[in-house]
């Protein structure tokens, strides 16, 4: 494997080994494959996840659901920015064990650092979760562990100044590759009750949990784009957070809101550079629910900033649809667009297997064009 695929190899396993149990954008194949909606639609299982408030609605067999584990990733590289990488290292080491370096390889140097100038950031995303739920009438209750990483890297390449011998060794040596990558893991336990108010049935929930957050950023000329020392740059903290939500159903239908981390945090890089922003995030939805065919749109009301100084807001609105065989096995799409503008239109599918609806198994996968890929799995028990 080369120097650049370890690099994003290696953060990602990092990041996620110290958060494997949990996940900020959620790791569940039934959502992702309809889109990675859910406020309104996700199983009492997966109420946290989405909607705390969802973790009410259940049915009267319903009495104990365990997943373990939910487990999922995104790439998104459309310029083929680690390929090129890559192939810079291999002409650059070309370029250093010759005495005298050819023309032909100064060219090739000058080449790939002209596509990197003009490349765009390239991120890689993981998450994980589990989660164990008891329904009850009073109230219902689930535990949940979860965990999130994403990495977000950038170029800076030096201007060219000339085809020389002189002239790409210095531009090499002046360009960079800057790392950011934020870890999160959270352990909570959520609380759901049904309600009737004037003959209209409402569900609502909160989510009391911990948090671990930590940062890590490395800026290194794109000849030593590697991960030896990046745990050197970690800075972490602890915080306290609640989720909201709440539903309500008339018939088939059902409208909600989920309010997740009521408490916006922010955390800075080892140098104070740049900040990762976790901010609150508020999303309204609707849904039609029958045994036979789910359908459901998501729309963020805020956008999530993470990093300063980076282009990377996003903010979504979401449909999806779920096609279900009697609850032997299911059909699943989907289609997300970023609002802001900052990542492509997604296309979801995915298929669920639960024979007998005791054990329930689900993949999916996203694509957003060139380079921009996802892939999700989880593995459910209900009793």
Known sequence: ????????????????????????TVADARGNGMGNTGVTTADYLLA??????LGAIYRDSDTFGILLPAIGATARDPDESLTTIDDLQDSIKAFEAAATPTQEN??????????LSDDKPLGVSAGAGLAVAVPLE???V??????????LVRTDIEASTGNTEADARNRYENSSVDLLAFGYTEYGLSFAKTVAIKGQDFAFGVTPKFQQQRTYKQVVTVENFDLDDYDKSEVKDNAFNLDLGAVWMLDNYRAGIAVKDLFSQELKTYDGVNTYQLDTQVTVSGGYVTELFTASVDIDLTKQERFSGYKDNTQYVRFGVEGNAWGWAQLRAGYEID???TLDDAVTLGIGISPGDLVSFDLAGNYAGDGQFGVSTNLAFTF
């Open 138 to 140: 009073a109230v219902s």
């Open 48 to 53: 946290p996840f989405y909607n705390p408030a």
């Open 1 to 24: 494997m080369n120097n650049s695929k370890k690099v994003l190899s290696i953060a990602v396993c990092g990041l996620v080994a110290t958060s494997v149990n949990a996940a900020n």
């Open 339 to 341: 609002i802001e503008d």
């Open 106 to 115: 100064i060219n090739q140097i000058n080449n790939y650092l002209d596509q």
């Open 142 to 151: 689930n535990f949940i562990a979860r965990g999130y990483a994403e990495v």
